[in-house]
């Protein structure tokens, strides 16, 4: 197991050190430079949807890679933070002159299809974007606490909190496509148009989104390191190392998991939202196993120790996948298991191990000066 | 039943319909055979900037071939090329050869979004046959609507939806049920009847018309039931059925549920051959069948517009065809069919307006006939929904349908019936 020799000594006390100075400018300038020159506004657009998959991916390292906290349901809070900004939206796109065509107009089509005749109550104050954007970080909050706290509180851990979550994203699952007039179904909630009057499908909106997208990713990845570095990022890595010591010293354990699975959920919710804002549809397939064990896939191809790597690795797997498809419609998928395989088989440690085996020394060597030992990336 | 001669009539052509009809045919009249793409320079039709070239055209094929739905969408996806195959050994569309680009919807919805919108942005296809769920449908529709791009979308499906970026080749709900309960209630003297689905909008929206005209009829609807998409224990419906005695069970259950549901009907001692009850579904083609197993619904009815046992002289040279591409052992079932007329009804369109461009397509789809359709004869509706026969099959045990039924006109598509909703 890869530890964090940086942080359990945290002998600097700089925020960054030099080679996560590197990696994050690395980053930085991938995304909001090279992509952006490089790509057009359909392929770029892309990119911020995998960049959405990544908030979910960097919040797992938190809970994962630092916590040991492996949950298989991150998409539970992905689609909760989805679903929120969703509603906002289509209400918006609701309006009686849109739906005109419909037996009640002024509620959203598929409410209309299943005979629902006035819009419910809990979707009304989803017409206010202030209470939206707040629920779009609250609602999964608030089940992250729920969950946690009766599991943690508990002292539920390891293999069964990862069954549990698994069985709540596959419940979440049922209950929305179950609730068919309510929740849009199995279809989802589609034909999203604007945001407060502002039209999210055009080209320049989608540029703007994805900037938005990768300065609230960086914000995230800026949170993430000031926990990481932190006392409280300390007592995780403990917790995930041995939890009985921690709590024999005294404090108590259940209240940094709890706290960190509702970070991780915050993540994923942000992502959520962003991805519902840039695709312009949120659907059941985003909340159950299937995507929240992929989710975990994208964590652990980029190393789950590292942060940086997690979107490193959110982008190549997703960059792979829309490449092989392309390419192999009808093969494509046998080109991710090769890609998944070899991660197992020749980097354990993810894309952050590459780095830190193969090019790490390369620099070492370049400047050869006495220097703190280094971190993970 | 056979068909022969297939002849258009119409249950109630409208003014409009009526004249947008003699535009066709005039136009039709002038359109020479074997058309050489230097009459239609790429300039004139080619406008806005699709993948058109001097002697080829791009359309795209978006079907999912991997995951849950493959089995239902690689029937659609056989059709097409089929149909493009056919196209081009004819000398292609306006003279040009049709080159497709395949992706692969993966069984996921917000993935056909996004090939969707990677074929009309990077490809620039001039056209795309493709989706099979509601639910990919609803996913690629704002796609299609904001890059203007132009779908041929086969399936069968509720309606209540009407894009003039999309051509439905398949039938909206009403055109799949009104026609088959009047014919259960006439020939059968059905009186009461048990609806029940899978849970999702096409089950619930069409047995909602079924049960509006199942009541105006004044006959009765003695249960409803859905059940979840995968759902493989009916053995509760069974027994309610089996309680209520309904004349008929209208079933529309979706996808590998069929399995369990007809095998479960059987086991529980319901011969659906002695009809008591009858069994009617639309979700049941032969398709299903090789899932189902042809003993497990002998004697049931399917009510739809094309069965591959049809005996007219277009089904007869479109089974051969499609037998020689890919094998004798595979079937074709309803969406199978109305895949196949996606690629025709485009060129037909192209050629109509003399040019790939989407707008004039759009334009041009109303009024477009097929007379070579293997279902017999089709007609494009004002509305992008095809004017189609209703046909009822019996089931037989080698999972063929016999037909016993076709509607003597064709029936008007209406996707927001009125008096229905």
Redesign the interface.
Same mark, same amino acid.
């Given at each position: 197991m890869t530890d964090f020799p940086s942080m359990a000594t945290g002998r600097d006390g700089r925020f960054l050190n030099r080679t996560e100075m590197l990696g994050a400018a690395a980053l930085a300038l991938l995304v909001f430079v090279l992509l952006p020159l490089a790509l057009? $506004?359909? =392929?770029l657009?892309?990119f911020g949807?995998y960049l959405t998959y990544a908030f979910v991916a960097v919040g797992l390292v938190l809970c994962w890679g630092a916590g040991g906290i492996l949950s298989l349901g991150q998409g539970i809070f992905f689609g909760l933070g989805g679903y929120a900004l969703a509603m906002f939206l289509k209400l918006e796109a609701s309006t009686p002159e849109a739906t005109a065509?419909q037996?009640t107009p002024g509620i959203p089509?598929?409410m209309d299809?299943?005979?629902i005749t006035a819009l419910p109550g809990w979707w009304q104050p989803f017409h206010s974007l202030t209470f939206t954007i707040i629920a779009v970080v609250a609602v999964p909050v608030i089940f992250a606490f729920i969950i946690g706290t009766a599991m943690f509180r508990r002292r539920v851990g390891g293999v069964y909190f990862s069954i549990i979550t698994q069985a709540i994203a596959a419940i979440l699952t049922?209950l929305i496509?179950?609730q068919?007039g309510y929740t849009g179904? &199995?279809?989802?909630i589609?034909?999203? =148009?604007t945001l407060n009057g502002w039209d999210i =499908?055009t080209d320049e909106a989608k540029t703007v989104l994805y900037f938005v997208n990768g300065a609230l990713l960086f914000g995230c990845l800026a949170l993430a390191q000031f926990v990481r570095r932190s006392k409280l990022g300390r007592i995780l890595i403990a917790m995930r190392d041995r939890e009985d010591r921690v709590r024999f010293s005294g404090y108590d354990v259940a209240s940094f998991k709890i706290f960190v699975f509702c970070l991780g959920a915050a993540f994923a919710a942000i992502g959520g939202a962003m991805f519902t804002l840039q &695709?312009?549809?949120m /659907?059941p397939?985003?909340v159950g196993i299937v995507p929240s064990i992929e989710m975990v896939i994208f964590c652990a191809v980029g190393g789950r120790n590292s942060i940086l790597g997690a979107v490193w690795g959110t982008l190549l797997v997703n960059w792979a996948k829309?490449t092989f /498809?392309?390419g192999f $419609?009808?093969l494509?998928?046998f080109g991710m298991g090769a890609l998944f395989i070899a991660v197992v088989l020749v980097f354990p440690d993810g894309l952050a191990g590459l780095w830190k085996q193969h090019v790490e020394p390369l620099f070492a060597r370049l400047k050869p000066r006495p220097s703190a030992p280094q971190p993970a990336e | 039943m056979t068909e022969k001669t297939p002849k258009p009539t119409f249950a109630a052509p409208s003014r409009r319909a009526f004249l947008t009809a003699s535009a066709a045919l005039s136009a039709s009249l002038f359109l020479p055979k074997g058309l050489r793409a230097q009459d239609f320079p790429t300039a004139a039709v080619n406008t806005t900037g699709l993948a058109v070239t001097d002697t080829e055209v791009t359309v795209g094929i978006l079907h999912s071939?991997?995951g849950t739905m493959s089995i239902s969408e690689t029937g659609s996806v056989q059709a097409e090329k089929l149909a493009i195959e056919q196209i081009n050994k004819m000398g292609g569309v306006l003279g040009r050869q049709i080159k497709f680009v395949?992706?692969?919807g993966?069984s996921?919805?917000?993935?056909f979004?996004?090939?969707a919108?990677?074929l009309l942005?990077?490809n620039k296809v001039a056209s795309v046959m493709g989706c099979w769920?509601?639910?990919s449908r609803?996913?690629v %529709?704002?796609v299609f609507e904001?890059y203007n791009g132009m779908l041929y979308y086969p399936t069968f499906y509720?309606g %209540?939806e009407q894009s003039p970026n999309v051509i439905y080749t398949g039938q909206e709900a009403t055109q799949q049920i009104i026609a088959g309960l009047d014919w259960v209630t006439k020939t059968k003297g059905a009186k009461s009847f048990y609806l029940l689905g899978s849970?999702?909008?096409w089950p619930?929206?069409s047995n909602?018309i079924a049960r509006k005209h199942i009541e105006k009829l004044g006959l009765e609807v003695v249960g409803e039931e859905y059940y979840? %998409?995968g759902h493989t224990q009916f053995n509760s419906v069974i027994n309610k059925i089996k309680l209520k005695k309904p004349d008929v069970i209208y079933a529309i259950v979706v996808g590998g549920s069929n399995v369990a549901f007809y095998k479960q009907l059987k086991a529980a001692g319901i011969d659906m051959t002695k009809e008591k009850p009858l069994l009617l579904t639309i979700s049941v083609t032969e398709d299903e069948i090789l899932g189902i197993g042809g003993e497990n619904i002998d004697g049931a009815y399917a009510c739809m517009k094309y069965f591959q046992s049809l005996d007219n002289p277009n089904n007869v040279d479109f089974v051969k065809a499609f037998k020689e591409m890919y094998g004798n052992d595979i079937v074709i079932g309803d969406v199978t069919q109305a895949a196949y007329l996606g690629p025709w009804l485009w060129k037909a369109a192209v050629e109509k307006a003399g040019s790939f461009d989407i707008d004039k397509i759009k334009e041009a789809s109303p009024g477009i006939e097929l007379p070579t359709a293997p279902e017999g004869y089709v007609k494009v509706h004002e509305n992008h929904h095809l004017w189609s026969k209703t046909r009822v099959g019996h089931a037989q045990a080698d999972g063929q349908y016999k037909v016993v039924f076709e509607t003597s006109d064709l029936v008007e598509p209406d996707p927001?019936p009125e008096g229905y909703?």
């Open positions: 057009d $506004p359909f =392929r657009n892309l949807k065509i037996s089509d598929f299809w299943n005979q049922i496509i179950g068919q179904g &199995v279809n989802g589609t034909d999203l =148009r =499908r &695709v312009g549809f /659907s397939s985003f829309t /498809s392309e $419609p009808e494509w998928q | 071939v991997t395949q992706e692969d993966a996921d919805w917000p993935t979004a996004e090939k919108r990677k942005v990077d769920t509601s639910a609803k996913a %529709l704002p904001q509720e %209540l849970d999702y909008i619930r929206t909602k979840p %998409l927001f909703q």
